[in-house]
């Protein structure tokens, strides 16, 4: 069984910044990618960024400049820093990864955290 836990969502004001972490455990023989995805009320869930393991990243257009994805694939955590958060960030961030827990590579979700900017 492989679980993702997020953590440091939260309530932030205009211009500031978060650190969101996600942590895999469980079975778990190897990583391909990691990554968050954010779903606002009414609207689809869409990617924010993925890192995979060879350290290449992506970014959806509205991340690029104020968001940083980094991973630490040993500890099997990815982390998000969000920085100059708007209140079109305001959503539920989920984590997101593809793992191969000895069947195959896999996706896995997160419960979510809240990021909520307002002021």
């Known amino acids: 069984q492989v679980q993702l836990v997020e953590s440091g969502g939260g309530l932030v004001q205009p211009g500031g910044s978060l650190r969101l972490s996600c942590v895999a455990s469980?079975?778990?023989?190897?990583?391909?990618?990691m990554g968050w995805y954010r779903q606002a009320p009414g609207k689809q869930r869409e990617l924010v960024a993925d890192i995979i393991d060879s350290g290449s990243s992506r970014y959806a257009d509205f991340a690029k400049g104020r968001f940083t994805i980094s991973r630490d694939f040993a500890n099997k955590t990815v982390y998000l820093q969000s920085n100059s958060l708007k209140p079109e960030d305001t959503a539920v961030y989920y984590c997101?990864?593809?793992?191969?827990?000895?069947?195959?590579?896999?996706?896995?979700w997160g419960q979510g955290t809240q990021v909520t900017v307002s002021s």
């Open positions: 469980g079975n778990i023989f190897s990583i391909y990618a």
């Open positions: 997101h990864s593809q793992i191969d827990s000895g069947i195959g590579y896999r996706n896995y």
